[in-house]
């Protein structure tokens, strides 16, 4: 099953949450996911699938699991649902503390990247969600990541908003060597984005659709992407519901 | 809360002319009373200054100051950790959470006449013994604090893989400020009230000790003096170093 050479190659057994006085739950059960180095994966799936324990589970938060993760990444670098920032701590200093070079140039450079050079000196609170979720980018980017993990960093804002954010993104990640894991609901930013769609089932949680999407990113445009979102559409509907309903891609997950 | 310019001007003033009232009304009741038993206002800063220039104010004052910073920066390290630990540790919290209500409840009198048989009738033991008053209520505010803390926040620095240094220094303490401060600020008022009554009981200097032995030559134009003098400097210690640290450890949040 293992692939050699694999950025991330992750099997879970299962995965339970033994809540008191709720119930155990299963949250992901028999998934096995290899992820080459360079690879950009969309995951998707219905809310409460366990996309985001799958994360914590890459991430090495979460290792009460059953199963196996080998990971070649020396550096992560996260994106939270919530930006995650440090309230106290200015935009610059939230990314200079994690920092891998301690170089002013290298911090300037990603600020600029990202467009925060102006903002360099406010503090998060003083931030619009989508400047401060850019400031959690330029944090993710400041650790030079070899593997990136996005949960659900362009929900909840405008479509302006968020299409700068992705912009941010692709042009950051143009001359980097990173592997980029990256949780969505939205079926065209998955395919405007990634090299990969990988779709999970409802809890418990495992891989039921695997698609390499083979055109580069750059060459993409409108009408491919509707195209394969019309081709998708239908394949994600039937797939990751529950026998006979479909369920909805809902917006959050809980 | 933020204020204007002026704004804080006015406040001062306002503060200003409370205290100078106050004054007032003692030199008021001081005429109308006209007994040693209540010195005017007038004599007891007399009393301060000639003290202070010629007498055992200032050397007395500078212990005590001693004793209470001692004592104070020990409760706050000590009671500190404890607070971090058990705010950290659920098990450790269940276990300790008794303990640290019977240190509540202990009387400061109790604290001070066994650390006095026990320790003797020494400069440790009269520091510990006030440390051991403050360290309890130090420990259950930062714990409180620490029980507060974002645990999103300490995910993001496991993830960043930050070291314990910089988790400390910028996750935090920085969220637990408001609790230190609110632990600094009511500790040392009653860290100075204890030193002076730790020193009435066993120690032979200090301003609890000078007023002390005033109070059995019946002087109150002296005993006035040094809690005047103590109180006046423990207000510049709130207003020049509290106050400042604590804006400036907050000032994100008026931004």
């Known amino acids: 099953m293992r692939k050699a050479g694999a950025a991330v190659d992750l099997t879970v057994k299962s995965k339970v949450y033994r809540g008191h006085p709720a119930a155990p739950v299963v949250a992901l059960g028999d998934l096995h996911l290899s992820i080459a180095p360079g690879e950009f994966v969309a995951l998707m799936g219905p809310s409460g699938c366990g996309k985001t324990t799958l994360l914590r589970i890459l991430t090495g938060l979460d290792e009460d699991f059953e199963g196996e993760l080998t990971r070649e990444s020396q550096a992560i670098g996260m994106v939270f649902q919530e930006p995650r920032l440090l309230p106290w701590r200015t935009v610059k200093d939230n990314i200079a503390l994690v920092s891998c070079n301690p170089a002013p140039g290298f911090l300037k450079r990603i600020l600029d990247e990202c467009g925060l050079s102006d903002l360099a000196g406010r503090f998060p609170g003083q931030l619009s969600l989508g400047q401060q979720r850019r400031a959690a980018l330029a944090r993710a980017f400041a650790v030079d990541p070899d593997l990136l993990v996005l949960d659900e960093a362009f929900v909840s804002l405008d479509n302006k908003a968020a299409e700068k954010l992705r912009a941010v993104l692709c042009t950051a990640l143009e001359g980097r060597q990173a592997t980029v894991v990256m949780v969505t609901h939205d079926l065209r930013e998955a395919l405007s984005l990634a090299s990969r769609l990988i779709l999970l089932s409802p809890r418990p949680g495992r891989v039921v659709e695997d698609i390499t999407l083979g055109l580069r990113r750059q060459a993409r445009d409108e009408a491919w992407v509707g195209a394969r979102q019309a081709e998708l559409t239908s394949i994600i509907a039937h797939k990751a519901a529950p026998a006979a309903t479909p369920a909805p891609l809902d917006r959050k997950e809980e | ?255």
Do not use: C
């Open chain 2, 1 to 255: 809360m933020a204020f204007d310019r002026p704004d804080r001007a006015r406040r001062a003033l306002i503060r200003a002319a409370s205290l100078v009232s106050l004054v007032l009304i003692w030199q008021g009741a001081a005429a109308l009373a006209r007994s040693p038993l209540l010195p005017a206002p007038t004599a007891v800063i007399g009393f301060v200054i000639a003290e202070a220039a010629g007498g055992d104010l200032l050397r007395q004052l500078g212990i005590t100051l001693f004793r209470v910073a001692a004592s104070f920066t020990a409760a706050m390290l000590i009671g500190g950790a404890i607070g971090i630990a058990l705010g950290q540790d659920k098990r450790l919290n269940l276990w300790f959470d008794g303990w640290l209500i019977v240190l509540l409840n202990l009387p400061a009198l109790v604290v001070a006449v066994l650390a006095y048989v026990w320790l003797g009738l020494t400069e440790a033991a009269a520091i510990a013994a006030v440390a051991i008053n403050k360290i309890p209520t130090v420990a259950v505010t930062l714990r409180e604090g620490t029980q507060a803390l974002d645990p999103g926040l300490d995910e993001m620095a496991r993830v960043f893989r930050l070291s314990w240094r910089a988790r400390l220094l910028h996750v935090t303490l920085p969220a637990l400020a408001p609790f230190i401060s609110a632990a600094a600020r009511s500790g040392l008022a009653l860290v100075w009230k204890i030193v002076l009554f730790v020193e009435l009981l066993g120690r032979p200097s200090g301003i609890g000790f000078a007023i002390h032995l005033n109070f059995q030559l019946f002087d109150l134009t002296a005993v006035l003096g040094y809690s005047l003098a103590f109180m006046a400097i423990m207000l510049a210690v709130e207003y020049l170093i509290m106050e400042p640290i604590d804006r400036y450890a907050q000032g994100w949040r008026r931004r």
